[in-house]
């Protein structure tokens, strides 16, 4: 079995703000995945990455950067935070495209 | 456009008693996960299927690509089955970019 980690668990910051979200997993997955979850609503694909240095769109990538920095890490930028912003993102990693996909435990994002 | 319609939103049950919750594409889906939301916030995987049926403890699940539809039963449902569970589909024409319902919230009642 393996493990994905997303650190930090809590991110509080400041309208305007460049925050950074880090996601490590030890499958040793090819594919990673950055989704973001707003109450009451599923989960929406940010960006994926099949590969190191790899990294593709998804639907909602307007205002997030990524990067894989290895294969076993994938990390999220939101460009500049939003006022009164709330979500949850999740990390998720599969062997490959269209395999199953495990997911993290999620960082909680307040913006004030 | 939502490409998953998740129902029902809101569920009740008894402990001992079971249903089912239901996944309807407005596409043709390759393959379909379910996913259980525990207390802690984490997806905890139930099923992947490309197609028929899976069965795992009081758990099944079926997936018809051809009629576009998911369907996860539980019987004799615990009090720990509560929680949001989700249904997320992908298109064979988008590997890997899958598409979740908005969920379901079970709350099993002793």
């Known amino acids: 079995g393996g493990i994905i980690t997303q650190t930090p668990k809590f991110l509080i910051g400041q309208e305007g703000q460049k925050l950074t979200l880090k996601c490590q997993q030890n499958?040793?997955?090819?594919?990673m995945y950055w989704y973001r979850q707003d109450s009451g609503k599923g989960l929406r694909l940010i960006y994926y990455s099949i590969t190191e240095n790899d990294l593709q769109k998804g639907d909602l990538s307007e205002g997030y950067d990524a990067s894989r920095e290895k294969k076993s890490s994938f990390s999220l930028t939101v460009t500049s935070a939003q006022k009164n912003e709330m979500a949850v993102f999740l990390c998720?990693?599969?062997?490959?495209?269209?395999?199953?996909?495990?997911f993290g435990p999620g960082t909680r994002l307040l913006v004030l | 456009g939502d490409q998953v319609e998740q129902s029902p939103s809101a569920l009740s049950l008894h402990e001992g008693t079971g249903s089912a919750l239901r996944c309807n594409f407005t596409t043709t889906m390759r393959a379909v996960q379910w996913f259980r939301k525990n207390s802690r916030g984490s997806l905890i995987n139930l099923f992947y299927?490309?197609?028929g049926t899976k069965e795992n403890g009081r758990l099944k699940s079926a997936f018809d690509s051809k009629e576009r539809y998911s369907t996860l039963h539980i019987r004799d449902a615990q009090l720990e089955d509560s929680g949001t569970y989700f249904c997320a589909a992908e298109r064979g024409s988008a590997l890997g970019r899958l598409h979740f319902g908005a969920g379901t919230q079970l709350i099993v009642i002793p």
């Open positions: 299927l490309a197609s």
């Open positions: 499958f040793n997955h090819d594919t």
């Open positions: 998720a990693s599969s062997i490959a495209r269209g395999d199953t996909q495990y």
